[in-house]
């Protein structure tokens, strides 16, 4: 797999540094799905700060980690999008809708302390 995926804490975390093809974007969705549970993860971090252009696919991949996350008890968090990148989704009409998004990975690491903090199954 072409990103790898990182376990700090309850957090998994993803850093893309390049395109990834559209089976390596499944196999990063699928690896998600298995080691949310695997690990009892309470939160997913997907950083594309490196990506320049993120398509269709990408985004839709993106939003599948994060529901697929979401149903296995974790929260999801994308970090990192460029502000070239953010005009060129709203351009073409892709949303990352419902899915929580940060500046950087310790923005997201912040937010993700905090959703942990106001959940009762924390305590």
């Given amino acids: ?24 974007l499944i196999e990063l969705r699928d690896a998600f799905a298995d080691r949310v549970g ?9 950083d ?7 398509d269709s696919f990408a985004t839709r991949t993106l939003r599948d980690i994060a529901y697929t996350a979401k149903l296995r008890g974790a929260t999801a968090v994308v ?8 005009f060129a989704m709203v351009q073409l009409g892709l949303s990352l809708d419902g899915i929580a ?22 305590r």
């Avoid at 990103?3 to 390596?24: F, N, P, Y």
């Avoid at 695997?38 to 997907?46: E, M, P």
């Avoid at 970090?79 to 953010?86: D, L, T, Y």
């Avoid at 998004?101 to 959703?115: K, P, Q, R, S």
Wanted: a negative charge.
């Fill in 38 to 46: 695997r690990f009892r993860s309470h939160g997913v971090i997907v």
């Fill in 79 to 86: 970090v990192g999008i460029q502000p070239e990148v953010a």
């Fill in 48 to 54: 594309v700060t490196a990506l320049d252009v993120l």
């Fill in 1 to 24: 797999m072409a990103a790898t995926i990182l376990k700090q804490g309850k957090v998994l975390i993803a850093s893309i540094q390049a395109a990834l093809s559209d089976r390596e």
């Fill in 101 to 122: 998004t940060a500046l950087d990975l310790e923005e997201g690491m912040a937010l993700l302390a905090g959703i942990e903090e106001d959940d009762p199954r924390a």
